[in-house]
C-alpha cells in the first residue's frame, strides 16, 4: 500500500512537471518565431555531402545581434536542460523502477551538453568568432557566425571533422548553418 501511494505521488508530481512544461512551451510558441529560417540568417546548409543554397537571407551585418542570437540559443537550450535535469532528479529522488532509468537519461543529458561544449570550443579554436552545436537523436546541427567572405566549403569541411571527430555522428547527420 506504501509502495502504491510512493508510486502514485511520483506519476502525479511527473504529470504536473510535464503540463508545466507543455504550457510553458506553448505559451512560448505563440511570442516565438513561426519558423527557424526567419531568426537563423541561413546562407549554407549541410546535407549529404553538398552544400545546398538557402535564398533567404536576412543579413543585418550588426554584431551585436549576432552575439544576441548565440546568447539567446545558448540560453534557451540551457533552460530545457535544466528543466529536464530537474524532473529527472525529481524522478530518482523518488527511487522505484524509474530510477535506473532517470540515472542513464541524466548520464546521457550530461555526455549530451559535454560533447555539444567541446565542439563549439573547438570550432572558436580554429578561429571562427562564435558557434552553437545542438544534439538531436539522429542528427546534429551547427550554426557558426559568419566570417567575412561567408562560410565556404572548406569551413564546412573543418567544421564537419570536428563534429566526427568528437561525436558518433557520420557526415549526411551533420548540418552546418551560416549565422550573419
Do not use: H
Not at 527557424?36 to 552544400?51: A, G, P, Q, V
Request: net charge negative; proline share 1%.
Amino acid at each position: 500500500m506504501k509502495i502504491w501511494k510512493k508510486n502514485l505521488v511520483a506519476a502525479a508530481i511527473l504529470l504536473t512537471v510535464c503540463g508545466g512544461i507543455y504550457a510553458n512551451w506553448a505559451y512560448s510558441q505563440k511570442q516565438a518565431v513561426s519558423d527557424i529560417t526567419d531568426t537563423l540568417d541561413e546562407n549554407i546548409i549541410m546535407s549529404d555531402d553538398k552544400l545546398v543554397m538557402a535564398d533567404d537571407s536576412l543579413s543585418s551585418g550588426d554584431s551585436t545581434t549576432m552575439t544576441d542570437y548565440f546568447a539567446a540559443v545558448r540560453l534557451s537550450r540551457q533552460e530545457a536542460r535544466d528543466s529536464a535535469v530537474n524532473l529527472l532528479q525529481e524522478t530518482m529522488a523518488y527511487g522505484g523502477e524509474y530510477s535506473t532509468e532517470s540515472s542513464a537519461e541524466l548520464e546521457e543529458l550530461v555526455n549530451v551538453a559535454l560533447c555539444e561544449a567541446q565542439i563549439e570550443s573547438l570550432v572558436i579554436a580554429k578561429g571562427y568568432t562564435d558557434c552553437v552545436a545542438y544534439i538531436s537523436d539522429k542528427s546534429i546541427s551547427i550554426a557558426v557566425a559568419a566570417p567575412e567572405g561567408g562560410l565556404q566549403q572548406p569551413d564546412v569541411a573543418v567544421i564537419s571533422d570536428i563534429v566526427v571527430t568528437q561525436s558518433d555522428f557520420s557526415m549526411d547527420q551533420i548540418y552546418v548553418v551560416e549565422v550573419k
